[in-house]
């Protein structure tokens, strides 16, 4: 059974950094792409970034490029998120999410190609 905790959601102030993190059970990161996404009140899910273990590069949304970088350290079964100069727009329910992808080197922003989901955890900006 496949399964997708997240951790490290907090209240910061603007311009501050937070790290979320995504461990994984019942599957080996290697043979999956992990994303992260994001869904504030109101709004619809949006796409953050992604990527391959494989090949360790990531893909970025636009309103995240040069902000946050994503990563996976296999031997922790642990997918990261490092977010920095967090802004007003960021604050969401951040969920991780991994597609299976039989040690391809590939991974997508589309959310419906992923199989399996966290729960998400809640990032909050404010003064």
């Known amino acids: 059974q496949v399964k997708l905790v997240e951790s490290g959601g907090d209240l910061v102030q603007p311009g501050s950094s937070l790290t979320l993190s995504c461990t994984a059970s019942g599957l080996v990161w290697s043979y999956y792409a992990a994303g992260w996404f994001r869904q504030a009140p109101g709004k619809e899910r949006e796409a953050i970034s992604c990527?391959?273990?494989?090949?360790?590069?990531?893909l970025y949304a636009e309103p995240v490029k040069g902000r946050f970088t994503m990563s996976i350290d296999n031997a922790a079964d642990t997918a990261y998120l490092v977010m920095n100069n967090l802004q007003p727009a960021d604050p969401a329910v951040y969920s991780c999410?991994?597609?299976?992808?039989?040690?391809?080197?590939?991974?997508?922003?589309?959310?419906?190609?992923?199989?399996?989901w966290g729960q998400g955890i809640q990032v909050t900006v404010a003064s």
């Open positions: 999410a991994a597609l299976k992808t039989a040690g391809l080197e590939y991974c997508t922003l589309d959310a419906n190609a992923y199989d399996y």
């Open positions: 990527i391959s273990d494989s090949d360790n590069s990531a």
